[in-house]
């Protein structure tokens, strides 16, 4: 069996010498950095160090894995224009990274879709085109629905005239196939951009 612990020079037993000898407890084929786990009661496995920042986990079949963290950066590369007093979902049609195919620039372009179950952190920017009128808001939508997620996932700002700004964050714990999109409003008295 390939990877297991064996000892160098193998025998019907071992010495005490040779079981607190550090230099003779081997891995088939190890190297610097690797782990040993249990893959059942009995068997004692090698796992390869991972890549750099990659991240050790459980896999499915209960044993450990390395994995690329799950993050994805998504933007929109030109201006949307948002109607006045509707809540608008956001369009990213572009993306800086995306680890875990959590995004498609193409299909669904607003959703970040969860692909691995678990917590995440979840932030979202817009910035409206100048104009002194109203109010500016941006929310999470989760999976779809009418609203947003909770009452701390919805940030309001007032206008003075210049471009404004909003940011929100949350911290979720998401299923697979859960996703959440971004949506803004304005009340400017007319269509304004995000920009």
């Not at 997620?149 to 929100?168: C, K, R």
Request: net charge negative; hydrophobic share 40%; proline share 1%.
């Amino acid at each position: 069996m390939a990877n297991e612990l064996i000892h160098a020079s193998q025998g019907t037993s071992l010495t005490q010498a040779e079981f607190e000898a550090i230099g003779l407890h081997v891995c088939n084929s190890q190297a610097t950095g690797d782990l040993i786990y249990a893959n059942s009661a009995t068997q004692l496995s090698r796992l390869a160090i991972g890549s750099a920042n990659q991240r050790l986990r459980v896999s499915s079949g209960g044993i450990p894995e390395w994995a690329n963290p799950e993050a994805a950066k998504a933007f929109h590369n030109a201006n949307q224009s948002i109607l006045n007093t509707a809540w608008t979902v956001l369009a990213l049609n572009s993306e800086d990274f995306d680890t875990d195919t959590m995004h498609d620039t193409v299909t669904n372009n607003s959703r970040l879709t969860c692909n691995t179950a678990g917590k995440y952190m979840v932030i979202g920017y817009a910035s409206f085109a100048a104009n002194a009128t109203g109010v500016r808001e941006l929310a999470f939508k989760y999976n779809g629905g009418a609203n947003y997620y909770s009452l701390n996932s919805i940030q309001a700002v007032t206008v003075g005239g210049e471009y404004t700004s909003v940011s929100i964050s949350t911290i979720i714990d998401l299923a697979v196939t859960n996703y959440m999109e971004f949506q803004v409003y304005q009340s400017s008295g007319g269509a304004l951009d995000i920009l």
